[in-house]
């Protein structure tokens, strides 16, 4: 049983186009998020939702959109992509919103 | 604002060595307080938390962290380490009742085997 899952765990493109990422939790926690890892390890994070309503929004691009249809699921959609958003991303969630976090896998993706 | 330093970015350490990785913070109020690990090729785990109560916290694998609400520190602590400790560490505060965590930078630690 996983908890937290991502799908893909990985993704090669090319610059321009757009893509998603998917993130699934059966945890019945009520917050989730988004983080970026670069490849220096140094992790960012992207955005927020707690009960479906977004409460982190960072300085991400606005080619970045969040979309949470439930509590259960985060996607993140990614258009016009970059060779700077190439990174691991990860989805995490939490019991509330200053509690242990539970990440997923990652997503690995590579633009070029 | 709120903000987590860890100390050391690379620690190479020889197998039985003891280990102490630094954390501090700079937040005023009540604190949680997180130390994560990262193995190679893998997703953060959780190692141990601190909410409240004794400020010695012992969590999984050997690991120890010691809260020092005076110092604003969360350091973590492993006596005798092993090749299977190698590994990316994060240290995290979140604010109670607030919507952030903040990860530190990160340590990557080497262990020799």
């Known amino acids: 049983d996983t908890a937290v899952s991502q799908t893909p765990k990985y993704l090669v493109t090319q610059m321009g186009n757009d893509k998603s990422i998917k993130c699934e939790q059966n945890?019945?926690?009520?917050?989730m998020y988004w983080y970026k890892q670069d490849s220096k390890k140094f992790l960012k994070i992207m955005f927020s939702y707690n009960n479906k309503e977004l409460i982190i929004n960072e300085t991400v691009p606005n080619r970045f959109s969040p979309k949470s249809p439930d509590k259960a699921h985060l996607n993140l959609h990614i258009n016009s992509l970059e060779l700077g958003d190439s990174a691991v991303y990860f989805c995490a969630s939490s019991q509330g919103t200053s509690d242990e976090q539970y990440f997923g896998p990652g997503t690995r993706l590579t633009v070029t | 604002a709120q903000s987590v330093s860890q100390h050391n970015h690379h620690v190479i350490l020889s197998e039985a060595a003891s280990l102490e990785l630094g954390c501090n913070y700079s937040y005023g109020g009540t604190v949680n307080l997180f130390w994560y690990v990262q193995y190679p090729g893998q997703h953060l785990q959780l190692l141990l938390k601190?909410?409240?109560?004794?400020?010695l916290v012992k969590g999984i694998k050997g690991f120890e962290a010691e809260f020092i609400k005076s110092k604003f520190s969360f350091n973590l602590r492993k006596p005798s380490v092993q090749w299977s400790d190698t590994a990316e560490y994060f240290c995290?505060?979140?604010?109670?009742?607030?919507?952030?965590?903040?990860f530190g930078a990160g340590t990557r630690l080497f262990v020799k085997a």
């Open positions: 601190y909410f409240s109560g004794d400020p």
């Open positions: 945890l019945g926690h009520d917050t």
């Open positions: 995290a505060v979140g604010n109670t009742g607030g919507f952030k965590t903040i």
